[in-house]
């Protein structure tokens, strides 16, 4: 209910905020929650609860587009990356990049890029998606072996229509729920 809140809050604008959130009072530094300050204060007297609203306005969208980035890049190269050549390209390609400190290189390429919300979302989806490559690929290989699977491609039906009607639709779930971690961690990062 308060994430529902503060998240209302968010759309709605700073006009909802009780305090400014860039005004400080030393005065009230420090304060716990109470009813003038629902999060209490920080050390510069800031209030807390309209920081976070205002944060909220900034954050929510970069995450959400990470997220919805990172799923279109690495949802269908991980359900085509089960098999040949191409796939194991892909796969040594990922494996390469995990060896590599991947919160630092975001980190400099959004420094060197200018650091924008674009280039926000940029690096966060590109530190994201090889989980969705992975992940989409181990379920495309456990679900490929499957009677429904076997039996669209008897009657014809193309590799992508049965990469997404078939076996996408069967791993949603899964999919669904490393989405929701990442746009968790993309809010903390």
């Not at 308060?2 to 400014?20: E, H, R």
């Not at 609203?53 to 190269?77: F, R, Y």
Request: positive net charge.
């Amino acid at each position: 209910g308060l994430f529902t809140l503060i998240v209302l809050l968010a759309i709605v604008g700073p006009s909802i905020a009780p305090f400014d959130p860039l005004a400080s009072n030393t005065d009230k530094a420090l304060q716990p929650p109470s009813w003038t300050h629902w999060f209490g204060t920080d050390g510069n007297g800031m209030d807390i609860f309209s920081r976070t609203i205002e944060a909220a306005k900034l954050d929510l969208p970069v995450a959400l587009a990470a997220t919805a980035l990172s799923l279109v890049v690495g949802v269908p190269l991980g359900l085509f990356a089960t098999s040949g050549k191409l796939g194991d390209v892909i796969m040594r390609v990922i494996d390469a990049f995990a060896a590599l400190p991947i919160i630092v290189i975001a980190v400099v390429s959004i420094k060197l890029m200018g650091g924008g919300a674009t280039d926000v979302v940029l690096a966060i989806a590109i530190v994201a998606a090889p989980r969705f490559v992975r992940l989409s690929r181990a379920a495309a290989m456990a679900l490929r072996s499957a009677r429904y699977v076997e039996a669209a491609a008897a009657i014809g039906c193309s590799p992508i229509r049965i990469a997404f009607n078939h076996i996408f639709r069967n791993a949603y779930g899964v999919v669904l729920v490393q989405a929701t971690l990442t746009a968790a961690n993309a809010l903390g990062t």
